[in-house]
């Protein structure tokens, strides 16, 4: 295989795990099937940086966007914890930005307690859902060009990035943009998938084209120090299957203990050692096999499933372990935006819970694809009176 360069440092990477060729997780379509990308897991060495060997250009992957934030209940109410959080770490009604607001769900919390907004989303049909809500949204990609911009009408006392920073191409470009937009009392809070929860849950469907990077404390606080900006404490979100939030700033400062015994654990385990990464790779393997027996002897004794969330990790999943229309029916999802499209490689119909609502309790068994919104899913579920078996991919250990 191609030996591919680190995207921060240029060193040679050291391919983890191969997920063969797929499309692009959200490139859900109607008619047209979407093209195909290899998807290879690498590591650098040198920054101790987990990402992927390659990917589409962004604008294909981002300009149309199937994700919106306010759909989730759990990200709604995350979003209130967020609020609390993040407000302890600058005065009342405070300059907020946030990088990849999406449809405007974390910063309206903001908004509601009388602070000084906005958001940018290069997602412009996401940004005009915001837009429209009183959430305002620069319909635009974030680097440090369109820093320079902003700044010269809006300087933040708080920058936050959810689950974005992992996504981003020209991540140098980005961070210069955040330390130009701090002012020396900014704090930036940034949220990412943990790489420790990926491992330790053997969550290799949270791997696609999207996520370019997948950090550790360590190696984000390494990139992050190269633009003048210095991690000193987090905390820990539920979102994507078990995220952190890292909290930087342009002054160095004491490092909290909760910090200090992060960065020990990291060590402790290894969770920046390339043969780590390797162990992680073979157990996927092994997953892959196992998960895809399962599947086969359900549909064998009780017929054909359904499946409840067409995310974009559920992709990854679909297409590696080669599970696709001929064992699920249709995969209930409630985000109306991907109502009625098919899901990539694995070519399912997606449809609204309520046009299926007569038709689940037909079926014995069904797949649980955002197995990260497990209690809220099955506690909906119980709601609608569905009796099958419920078959989770992952467990949270």
């Known amino acids: 295989m191609k030996k591919h360069n680190c995207r921060i440092c240029k060193n040679k990477l050291d391919n983890i795990l191969d997920l063969n060729k797929q499309p692009p ?47 989730s209940s759990s990200a709604k109410t995350f979003a209130k914890i967020f609020y609390k959080k993040i407000s302890n770490l600058t005065k009342k009604q405070s300059n907020i930005f946030e990088i990849a607001s999406n449809d405007g769900t974390f910063l309206k919390e903001f908004k509601k307690n009388k602070h000084n907004i906005l958001g940018i989303d290069p997602a412009k049909n996401i940004s005009k859902i915001a837009n429209s809500r009183g959430i305002k949204t620069i319909a635009k990609f974030f680097n440090y060009s369109t820093a320079i911009e902003i700044k010269k009408n809006f300087q933040p006392d708080i920058i936050f990035a ?12 980005v961070i210069k943009g955040i330390s130009h937009l701090c002012k ?13 929860e990926i491992f330790k849950d053997l969550q290799y469907d949270s791997i ?14 390494k990139i992050f120090e190269k633009f003048g900006l210095y991690s000193n404490d987090y905390f820990i979100s539920p979102m994507s299957g078990g995220s952190v939030v890292l909290i930087f700033s342009k002054n160095k400062k004491k490092i909290s203990h909760n910090l200090k015994k992060k960065i020990k654990h990291e ?20 997953h892959k096999i196992k998960f895809k027996n399962l599947i086969i002897n359900q549909l064998k004794r009780n017929g054909k499933f359904f499946a409840y969330g067409a995310s974009a990790r559920s992709s990854t999943l679909l297409n590696y372990t080669e599970i696709d229309n001929k064992y699920i029916d249709f995969i209930i999802d409630q985000n109306e935006l991907k109502d009625e499209h098919y899901s990539p490689g694995s ?22 694809l955002a197995w990260n919104f497990e209690r809220e899913i099955k506690k909906f579920l119980l709601e609608k009176k569905f009796k099958g078996k419920i078959i989770v991919p992952f467990k949270k250990k």
């Open 347 to 368: 070519n399912v119909k997606i449809l609204k819970f309520e046009k299926v609502s007569k038709l689940i309790n037909k079926y014995k068994h069904m797949i649980l």
């Open 162 to 173: 959810r689950n974005v920073i992992p996504h981003v191409s020209n991540l140098k470009s």
């Open 208 to 221: 696609y084209h999207e996520h370019i990077f997948y950090f550790s404390v360590r190696s984000l606080s």
């Open 25 to 71: 997780a959200n490139s859900l379509f109607k008619k047209k099937k979407p093209k195909k990308f290899p998807l290879v897991l690498a590591y650098c060495k040198k920054c101790v940086l987990l990402q992927l060997t390659e990917f589409p250009n962004k604008k294909y992957l981002f300009n149309k966007y199937f994700w919106v934030t306010g759909t």
């Open 184 to 196: 020396n009392e900014t704090k930036v809070a940034i949220e990412f998938h943990y790489a420790g």
């Open 267 to 286: 060590a402790d385990i290894r969770l920046n050692q390339y043969n780590t990464w390797k162990v992680f790779a073979k157990k996927v393997k092994n």
